[in-house]
């Protein structure tokens, strides 16, 4: 985990998290990100992920660790020639229309019928995934894989666990939202759409954890200006930080005490383990997020994989990161948004 680091610290921790979100073209920023944490020596060993997250956790799962930054790179790579040609296709629809009474049309002038195809078929993703991930690798469990996809008909965020089910394509794609691609049916359940991939961790065992939450977007939400995965952060301190106390509660308590059923009931919901958490967020406004989203063009996933980079090394350089937290806190949080580092949490 630390073999590129001579900082011993990091071996206080269990669990090294990886905690990847959608975002459609922004997810470049999230393989940026592990580029910087690979070339640190730091590894996961505990990734979730959803929307384009998934692929991107699939691809750091499924390739040796000198292979992952190769394979992500290609990924992304591929895309963009897959989005550059869906261009040049639309430019050519445009063009052959101007000479003709657009009007007549259903569709707004100047733009595709609404039956034009998304940029990339089901299929050339399935293909491009694929080549870029072994599935036996994932599913060896050398690494704990947890992808997040929505119940369609449900609306509930499910989480498929590679220690609890045999992932393959269709648990990648099922959280992969882009438009125009289908939903994914699994076990008789059709899913698509997004999850908050950080949820994932409150379902994990306690252990004294370092979390990389990559967000290639998180911008404020209606409840309170708080975005989604700022709120599961929040949420999953307050839940720690109380089962930290109860822990230190719980070392006041007499042992002729503690076989009292109400007490051992309280006592059992104890844990010393913590948590930090560096939340990494590369865009923070929802001004134009679609279009950004969308914008798979080589110069900005290019940009978009150096953000990553620069704010992973950025925020390495800063040992305050490693402290661990107080006695009372079970969950430190540090977040980079933007590029500009926030104040501890």
């Given amino acids: 985990m630390a073999r590129a680091r001579p900082d011993k610290s990091l071996a206080r921790f269990e669990r090294v998290a990886l905690v990847l979100s959608g975002g459609g073209a922004l997810g470049a920023y999230q393989a940026g990100a592990y580029a910087a944490l690979e070339r640190n020596g730091i590894r996961p060993n505990w990734i979730a992920g959803s929307g384009i997250g998934a692929a991107n956790a699939i691809i750091i799962a499924g390739n040796l660790p000198h292979l992952r930054i190769s394979h992500l790179r290609r990924f992304w790579q591929q895309l963009s020639e897959h989005a550059a040609r869906r261009r040049w296709e639309l430019g050519g629809w445009v063009r052959r229309t101007l000479g003709h009474d657009r009007s007549a049309g259903s569709h707004a002038p100047g733009l595709p019928p609404k039956s034009v195809k998304p940029f990339i078929s089901i299929a050339d993703l399935r293909e491009l995934i694929n080549e870029a991930a072994d599935f036996g690798r994932v599913n060896s469990g050398a690494v704990r894989v947890v992808l997040g996809a929505v119940n369609r008909a449900t609306g509930a965020e499910t989480f498929f666990d590679n220690d609890r089910h045999v992932l393959g394509l269709d648990h990648v794609l099922a959280g992969i939202p882009m438009p125009g691609l289908p939903p994914v ?85 104890a844990s010393e383990a913590t948590m930090t958490i560096l939340h990494l967020v590369h865009e923070g406004s929802a001004a134009g997020l679609a279009a950004k989203m969308a914008d798979y063009s080589a110069d900005r996933l290019t940009a978009r994989w150096n953000a990553g980079e620069s704010d992973v090394a950025a925020s390495l350089s800063h040992p305050r990161w490693l402290a661990p937290p107080s006695r009372l806190s079970g969950v430190v949080v540090h977040e980079v948004r933007d590029g500009v580092v926030a104040p501890q949490r």
Avoid: K, N, W
Wanted: hydrophobic letters at 40%.
């Fill in 185 to 269: 049916a699994i076990d008789g359940q059709v899913f698509g759409g997004s999850a908050v991939s950080v949820s994932a961790l409150d379902d994990a065992r306690p252990a004294d954890t370092l979390c990389f939450a990559i967000d290639g977007y998180d911008p404020p939400g209606s409840a309170g200006g708080i975005s989604r995965s700022a709120r599961e952060i929040a949420a999953m301190r307050r839940t720690h930080d109380l089962r930290r106390m109860i822990a230190l509660l719980g070392e006041h308590v007499p042992q002729r005490m503690r076989g009292e059923a109400d007490l051992r009931r309280c006592l059992a919901e």
